[in-house]
């Protein structure tokens, strides 16, 4: 049998290792637009802002794809996939052959409609090649404007302001982290990012772009004075690489469509990770996430199925951890209350804030700003949220009684 | 592989196990250092002493974006290299029983390492609750009605029940 992967990502890499504890015989080749072995895209802010060596990004060796007995392409694309005859159309015009095959393609970061914006010295924080391109324009002193206000923007905020940038961030919504945090939270955690010098506008919607022949950005938003800046991180959501599918039966709404064993509805090609929109622990059924645990997930779980056993999915959870402007930043599941839900929310100060949501006793999520032992809560959490399980007594839990849930123990 | 295992019916909470634990990473008995923590329960009268167990697909190890959980092939252990970590806290997040902890001053995720085959806490128990076994007979002790006061503490259910 030879498998063929597309995508060197955290998806691409956890379905080739499970499929090589199950299967040691076949064939397996690996397709990669990027030119080097894997780095980790979830490290990329952590380098910019010092905390961790430029070799620390590298996860994988080249002698770790010849141990995996894995044949690597890199720097090459897919143009066309055919599953009528089986096979690839790469770039450079060859044709591969495979019998089955997994798209892990991955996203990539959009850039908003606002005119004169695409150019020199704006810049995503994406690649590793983004990344090295930042890494020349943080020049202490240096005017940087961040647009948007998700988890990677204020990432790259958060590196721009410990290399003594002057930084500004612009959200088009009416608050930050408007997929990670809820009101309360979004309000705190901003009242951070200004004590560390960083000016924040909410509810801004940047128009144009000007350039001066000194490289000098003017950034023109609606009722709002223009501000100049040296560069712009554009930070605005992604979208999945799904382009060279164009054409092909693979079925396709703003992402791959997978079932719950990570199959597309064409027979032995599955897709994994921020390309795929799979089932989640809340019965959706085709939902995007982009976030490095479900890819984990789903290339484990399209990993063990491309060995030609039948394992279904639970479906993926939301989960969120990072550390910015000095603080654990940190969301799962349901953490803004819907219709029927309760909340069970804990603030200390300005610095601690944490919320537990359930539905009839059953926690369905959490969010929370403070330290590493509220990771540690949302953590112990989980399997309650996932398996759906009753939370007898959330005081208690937050003491550290019920280890775990039923099923898990 | 052997694991730290615990009888709670033993445990006295004398926190041994804890200083032990503190001393061998830092050389000082701040327990805060400690990766195994005594929970204790007044109402239930149990107290028990928790550190990972070494999960067979461990989720940290998997998760971990850095590629700095591994485990060790002699002993067995799920082990973080903290020369690799970025802190980045998915690990705590993805725990099930909160058995990793972070180092506020190196900044760095760090959990058991069953120090490297003869661990610390379980050599200084002094009631003889914790101690380091196969994990097929990591239950065996594990009697009647202390299974039922587990039971009304966390939910829990027998294996297989």
């Known amino acids: 049998m030879h498998l063929v992967v597309i995508g060197n990502g955290a998806a691409g890499l956890s379905a080739l290792n499970r499929f090589r504890a199950i299967d040691t015989d076949s064939q397996l080749t690996l397709i990669s637009a990027e030119s080097g072995t894997a780095y980790s895209r979830v490290l990329l802010p952590y380098y910019l802002r010092r905390k961790i060596p430029y070799e620390n990004l590298f996860i994988r060796r080249p002698e770790d794809y010849e141990k995996l007995g894995v044949r690597p392409e890199f720097g090459m694309r897919v143009s066309r996939v055919h599953p009528e005859t089986h096979s690839l159309t790469l770039e450079d015009g060859r044709s591969i052959g495979f019998d089955r095959l997994l798209i892990a393609t991955g996203s990539r970061p959009f850039l908003p409609p606002v005119e004169g914006l695409a150019g020199t010295n704006v810049c995503h924080l994406w690649t590793l090649r983004d990344t090295e391109q930042l890494d020349t324009l943080f020049q202490p002193g240096r005017r940087a404007l961040v647009l948007g206000s998700g988890f990677i923007a204020l990432q790259a905020a958060w590196a721009a302001q410990q290399r003594d940038l002057n930084v500004t961030v612009y959200e088009l919504l009416p608050r930050i982290m408007p997929t990670i945090l809820d009101e309360r939270g979004a309000a705190l955690l901003q009242q951070r990012v200004e004590e560390h010098g960083v000016e924040v506008r909410t509810a801004i919607h940047t128009e ?157 999520g959490a969010v929370a700003l403070g330290g590493a032992e509220d990771a540690v809560i949302l953590g112990r959490l989980r399997p309650w949220v996932r398996n759906r399980r009753r939370l007898p007594d959330v005081e208690g839990f937050l003491k550290g009684r019920y280890l775990l849930p039923r099923q898990v123990a | ?125 002094t009631s003889g609750a914790l101690q380091f076994v196969e994990e097929d007979e990591a239950y065996s002790f594990r009697r009647e009605s202390l299974d039922a006061k587990l039971i009304r503490l966390f939910g829990l259910t027998k294996r297989g029940s």
């Open chain 2, 1 to 125: 592989m052997r694991i730290v295992a615990v009888d709670p019916t033993s445990c006295v909470a004398c926190r041994n196990c804890e200083y032990a634990c503190a001393f061998k990473q830092t050389g000082d008995f701040d327990t805060k250092a400690s990766n195994i923590r005594v929970n204790f329960y007044p109402e239930e009268r149990v107290c028990i002493p928790w550190t990972c167990v070494h999960c067979g697909e461990g989720w940290c190890m998997e998760i971990c974006p850095a590629g700095a959980i591994l485990r060790n092939p002699e002993t067995g252990a799920v082990e973080i290299d903290a020369k690799r970590c970025a802190g980045c806290k998915m690990c705590l997040l993805a725990c099930p029983t909160g058995s990793i902890h972070f180092d506020k001053v190196e900044l760095v995720s760090k959990k058991c390492d069953l120090c490297g085959g003869d661990p610390s806490c379980v050599k200084f128990c």
């Open chain 1, 208 to 364: 144009r772009v000007d350039r001066s022949k000194t490289g000098v950005l003017t950034v023109h938003a609606k009722n709002h004075p223009p501000l100049e800046v040296d560069l712009i991180i554009v930070g605005a959501g992604v979208r999945p690489n799904i382009e060279f599918l164009a054409g092909s039966p693979i079925r396709t709404d703003r992402g791959i469509l997978i079932d719950e064993y990570m199959q597309t509805n064409v027979p032995g090609i599955y897709a994994a990770g921020d390309v795929a929109r799979g089932p989640t622990s809340f019965g959706e059924t085709h939902q995007t996430h982009a976030l490095w645990p479900t890819a984990v997930e789903h290339g484990k779980i399209a990993g063990e199925n491309l060995t030609g056993r039948h394992v279904p999915y639970q479906g993926s959870l939301n989960m969120n951890v990072t550390e910015m402007f000095g603080i654990t930043v940190a969301s799962m599941g349901k953490f803004i209350e819907e219709r029927g839900h309760s909340s069970h929310p804990v603030e200390n100060g300005p610095s601690h804030y944490l919320k537990i949501v359930l539905r009839e006793g059953v926690p369905v």
